[in-house]
């Protein structure tokens, strides 16, 4: 869903301000409803064997469903600072979607630290620790702008740091895709899975709570002004 949202908004960009502003915002409730199926998934699939049942993994979805609704609200907001506290807006948009990530990968990253640790080998680990690794190139170039701050003109066409930023992004969701499919494989009957209601609940809600931001900030656009008769 995120990637075809991320292509309509770049590809509908270009209509004007009011357009590129609600394509955009499409595109971050997209973005924010990955990051909360990616919850679910972890939730089911992914989540260290101590810690299933645990206080921790009853309010891990509920606070997932939080966070997207977060997420969505945070970023299309950063819409409206854009034009007059350019570095505020980089700031909220780019919070919006670090903090429900590092959420979301605290089972991941317990497991890699006892990989690391050497108390535990799964094969699905090399494939977390690329998606991770993505994750963090992602963050670097969309927060970093380079190579283009190096040499401005140089990369318009080829090497723009945006240009990083999406390819980081799909490699790591082929990651991750591939990571969970694993996990899935060698989990299956071993614990127990949520149920469709809590599934597509959770999903539903955060459908909902992203598609009403949507709507409010669709009509807090101001109309573009009219262009003027040539006299």
């Not at 723009?160 to 799909?170: P, R």
């Amino acid at each position: 869903l995120y990637p075809l949202a991320s292509s309509a908004a770049h590809t509908f960009g270009a209509a004007g301000a009011r357009a590129r502003h609600r394509a955009y915002c499409c595109d971050y409730a997209a973005l924010s409803l990955y990051g909360l199926g990616s919850a679910l998934a972890y939730s089911a699939y992914v989540f260290p064997p101590e810690w299933v049942g645990s206080t921790f993994h009853d309010f891990y979805i509920p606070v997932a469903v939080f966070n997207s609704v977060l997420s969505t609200g945070l970023s299309c907001y950063s819409r409206f600072l854009e034009a007059e506290r350019p570095c505020l807006s980089k700031a909220s948009r780019t919070l919006a979607f670090v903090y429900p990530y590092i959420f979301d990968s605290i089972p991941i990253f317990y497991r890699l630290s006892r990989s690391a640790a050497g108390s535990c080998s799964e094969g699905s680990l090399p494939l977390h620790s690329r998606h991770s690794l993505c994750a963090l190139l992602t963050f670097l170039s969309f927060t970093s702008r380079l190579p283009e701050r190096l040499a401005p003109g140089s990369f318009d066409f080829i090497g723009h740091s945006h240009q990083v930023f999406h390819i980081c992004g799909i490699l790591g969701t082929l990651f991750q895709l591939e990571a969970v499919s694993m996990d899935m494989a060698e989990r299956r009957g071993r614990f127990p899975l949520p149920s469709s209601l809590e599934t597509f609940g959770s999903l539903g809600t955060g459908a909902a709570a992203s598609l009403t931001i949507l709507w409010i900030c669709f009509r807090s656009l101001r109309p573009e002004p009219l262009p003027r008769e040539k006299s």
